[in-house]
């Protein structure tokens, strides 16, 4: 087997699908069944969300990435943080086990900032602690930003400040496949040129590598990113996206502000983690939060890629600790 093909067998990122084998290819063992806390739906805004609890004390929400992904891609490792907090982990509308996987036109960022405050409502939360991952932070920032006497804590953990920086995201992506795998960028150059957008499976074979590639300190970690049946929703995503979106950001995201000019006004504590082998939301985009939120705690993850707390959990999870359990969270 070649490099390339072991590549693409580890894929599983949230910004592709992984490939399928082929129907003749030898069927793998099944894998383990992913162990998830107790659940239930919740009325939220007119739709029923999925909410996952584990452990007691302040509320620690989870919100995941995608922006079509479940909240499975933090399973099992966050149960640490059950020994001492009540860990909420929950799928947005039209994905994973929420309801509304079919209207995805009833799915917004708005709607998903809306949303979670729906659900703090729902289960009678005065305040929360809030890690977003990915485009969960952004989720998190917009709430934060609106809704500051309800956040204590807020971590902000290998994420984006606005659309410009998914587009860069996007850019610099292509630039690590031309350089590291010119032969498969020569196959999307080929289909670019020929008008198949990024929705096809064709196109999505050719941009599979760069899972591995481009978004973890070790590709071999890649496997540690867990996934299960209908934790994705990809018909949602190419809406979210925009079906070119290896190339320009679309959809939802091409909409989303930017929101360096208001991250000074978050004054409750602020942890801002980055992945110094992150080749998408790449170090030097990062230091955009350091900048435009001085009064935050920036870490960069000198082990990590896109997933810290995946890669390097023995520094994440003492960071978040030593925020949650802090004074200053307290007041």
């Known amino acids: 087997m070649t490099h390339i093909h072991r590549m693409l067998l580890m894929t599983t990122t949230l910004l592709s699908t992984t490939v399928s084998a082929s129907s003749h290819a030898p069927s793998a063992p099944a894998a383990p069944p992913i162990p998830h806390a107790p659940g239930r739906l919740v009325a939220v805004n007119g739709t029923q969300?999925?909410?996952?609890?584990?452990?007691?004390?302040?509320?620690?929400?989870?919100?995941?990435?995608?922006?079509?992904?479940?909240h499975v891609i933090f399973h099992p490792v966050f149960s640490r943080l059950a020994r001492s907090f009540r860990v909420l982990y929950y799928d947005y509308r039209g994905r994973g086990r929420?309801?509304?996987?079919?209207?995805?036109?009833?799915?917004?960022?708005?709607?998903?900032?809306?949303?979670?405050?729906?659900?703090?409502?729902?289960?009678?939360?005065?305040?929360?602690s809030l890690y977003g991952f990915s485009y969960g932070g952004l989720v998190a920032q917009a709430y934060a930003l609106a809704h500051p006497e309800r956040v204590r804590n807020l971590v902000l953990a290998?994420?984006?400040?606005?659309?410009?920086?998914?587009?860069?995201?996007?850019?610099?992506?292509?630039?690590?496949?031309?350089?590291?795998?010119?032969?498969?960028?020569?196959?999307?150059?080929?289909?670019?040129a020929a008008g198949v957008p990024s929705s096809s499976p064709e196109m999505q074979q050719a941009f599979s590598v760069h899972g591995p590639l481009i978004r973890w300190y070790n590709p071999e970690h890649a496997t540690r990113l867990l996934t299960e049946p209908g934790a994705r929703n990809q018909p949602l995503y190419w809406s979210f996206v925009g079906e070119r979106i290896d190339f320009v950001v679309g959809g939802e995201v091409a909409r989303l502000p930017d929101f360096r000019p208001r991250l000074k006004e978050l004054?409750?504590?602020?942890?801002?983690?980055?992945?110094r082998f992150d080749r998408a939301l790449y170090p030097k985009l990062q230091q955009e939060f350091r900048?435009?939120?001085?009064?935050?705690?920036?870490?960069?993850?000198?082990?990590?890629?896109?997933?810290?707390?995946l890669e390097e959990p023995e520094t994440v999870f003492p960071l978040l600790e030593e925020l949650l359990t802090s004074p200053l969270s307290r007041r």
Do not use: C, K
Not at 52 to 70: K, W
Not at 104 to 123: H, K, N, P, T
Not at 291 to 309: D, I
């Open 291 to 309: 900048r435009a939120a001085h009064q935050a705690r920036f870490v960069m993850l000198e082990r990590s890629g896109s997933f810290g707390h």
């Open 49 to 70: 969300l999925w909410l996952e609890e584990e452990g007691a004390g302040e509320p620690v929400v989870l919100l995941a990435g995608g922006p079509a992904s479940s």
């Open 267 to 275: 004054r409750m504590p602020v942890l801002i983690l980055a992945g």
């Open 98 to 128: 929420s309801h509304g996987r079919e209207d995805i036109r009833a799915v917004s960022f708005a709607q998903d900032v809306e949303d979670l405050e729906g659900l703090r409502r729902a289960l009678g939360l005065e305040r929360l």
């Open 158 to 192: 290998n994420t984006l400040w606005g659309a410009e920086m998914w587009q860069r995201n996007h850019e610099n992506i292509n630039r690590e496949l031309e350089n590291q795998y010119p032969e498969l960028w020569e196959r999307i150059e080929q289909l670019r």
